[in-house]
């Protein structure tokens, strides 16, 4: 949900549903390294409702696309990490697999 | 008005993740030849990349995440992908059947905590949720007992099954059911009740529900607790590896001679968030890693002394001749950071104790649903998954 004004695209706060610091503290992250962001944060208004509200301000684009951006940024290092993550395992079960073969 | 006209040729040129989508290629500002690439002052370098730990208290733990904030040195500070797809590396140290140790540099702490929620919290799993006891005449408790049946934990994928509501009717694709049947017998010695004797029942519940006119129905099949439509062991996953509990010998209850616990017990998919019975790993954390610096050299008689005080031996002393002896730094990643060495007058001088601040030291210990290596892959497609969420919410 956007919480912002129509005039005025380039601030807005989104409230999400059943988040919590997980998403909005690397969200905040991302937010904050890109340029077109003049000031960003996130609050999680009551610890009993699974709610949180991202507060994103920009130089002049509109507030949900710099989001939408950082959120596809955010994604695109997740599968960065996956794919670097699987190779790093695999690599490690072929030596041990090799030293064993060598052992014998 | 000149601010805004600079802020406008920032955006048309920022490179986010859509830059490879366009059809003329741009070059982003800080890629042409005029704007200035200098290095950051090595004490700022040094506040922006680790973590120092004084004798009083660690400083600069925070991480300088704004992307002009060294814009004043002509150092950029934003998010770049090629960079991050450039600097990240995973070295993994350690990988048994249920643990796993690995290094993940060059990543955020923000992300790597991301992960480790997710692994303790938003997992899922399987675990005993419902127990409906027949028969309990041993001194613990129903409700103690039921409470430790959920604990076990059962070695079974939690991806083949799906999550069950309120209002579902437990059928095969939600729920798996076991049995326990247990008696100590009279005249006998106490026995133990352990987690092996929790039995699988692939046909689901055998205790029939209670119906009001039951002489009815003898004709009819009874209805039981469960409703499955199929055998969960005609299954290819599950023929030739039955479910049960992941270690056989956990003690669930003690009987005395003459006592019985009989039980049928009923695990669903569920999450950490909800309890931590769900929770895939025994724990999972991670570490910055330490730097130990010494600043100046420290020899003889002092360097006997370090080597002494620090209690995990991170220090070792080498030769350098004509009896000399001079303490160097052999095995900086076992420091726990109890800064023993920089105790006292004039230590600090000497030893200067640091942590890497995009450098973690990642451990996950499973408790047997999944392997620890598929168990991190899953947390970060769920941080995935949380990403795509927000932008089908947003167009």
Known sequence: MEHGSYQDQSKATFSLTDEDHTLANSLRFTLNQDPRVTFCGYSIPHPSDARVNIRVQTTGDAAREVLKDSCQDLMLMCQHVRSTFDQAVLDFKNQKNLEAVNIK | ?395
């Open chain 2, 1 to 395: 008005m000149t601010s805004s006209e600079s802020n406008t040729e920032v955006d048309s040129s920022w490179s986010g993740s859509e830059y490879e989508k366009e059809r003329t290629p741009k070059i982003p500002v800080w890629d042409l030849p005029d704007v200035p690439k200098g290095n950051l002052p090595s004490h700022l370098q040094l506040q922006r990349t680790r973590v120092v730990c004084n004798k009083e208290a660690p400083t600069h733990t925070e991480n300088i995440q704004y992307s002009g904030a060294y814009a004043a040195m002509g150092v950029d500070n934003s998010f770049r992908l090629d960079d991050f797809r450039k600097n990240l590396r995973v070295e993994v140290v350690r990988l048994t059947e249920d643990d796993i140790e690995f290094d993940l540099i060059g990543i955020d702490a923000s992300l790597a905590n991301a992960f480790r929620r997710i692994l303790i919290a938003e997992l899922p799993t399987m675990a005993i949720e419902k127990v409906l006891i027949a028969n309990n005449t041993s001194v613990i408790q129903d409700e103690v007992l039921a409470h430790r049946l959920g604990l076990i934990p059962l070695q079974v994928d939690p991806r083949l099954f799906e999550y069950i509501s309120e209002n579902d009717i437990p059928n095969e694709k939600n729920t798996i059911v076991f049995k326990l049947h247990a008696r100590c017998e009279k005249g006998g010695p106490r026995s133990t009740v352990k987690s092996d004797e929790l039995k699988w029942l692939p046909n689901g519940s055998e205790f029939l529900l209670a119906t009001e006119n039951s002489a009815s129905n003898t004709a009819s099949k009874q209805k039981t607790y469960t409703s499955f439509s199929s055998s969960q062991d005609s299954l290819p996953e599950f023929s030739n590896n039955p479910i049960a509990p992941k270690y056989p010998d956990i003690i669930i209850a003690k009987l005395g001679p003459g006592q019985e616990i009989e039980l049928e017990a009923h695990a669903v998919k569920g999450m950490g968030k909800t309890h931590a019975k769900w929770s895939p790993v025994a724990t999972a954390w991670y570490r910055m890693l330490p730097e130990v610096v010494l600043l100046q050299e420290v020899k003889g008689v002092k360097a006997e002394e370090l080597v002494n005080k620090c209690p995990v031996k991170v220090f070792d002393i080498e030769d350098i001749g004509k009896g000399g002896k001079r303490a160097n730094v052999a095995r900086p990643r076992s420091c726990t950071l109890c800064r023993e060495c920089i105790r006292g007058d004039e230590w600090e001088k000497f030893v200067a104790l640091r942590r890497v601040k995009d450098h973690f030291i990642f451990t996950v210990e499973s408790t047997g649903a999944l392997p620890p290596e598929v168990l991190f892959t899953e947390a970060v497609k769920i941080l995935e998954d949380k990403c795509e969420r927000v932008i089908t919410e947003l167009s």
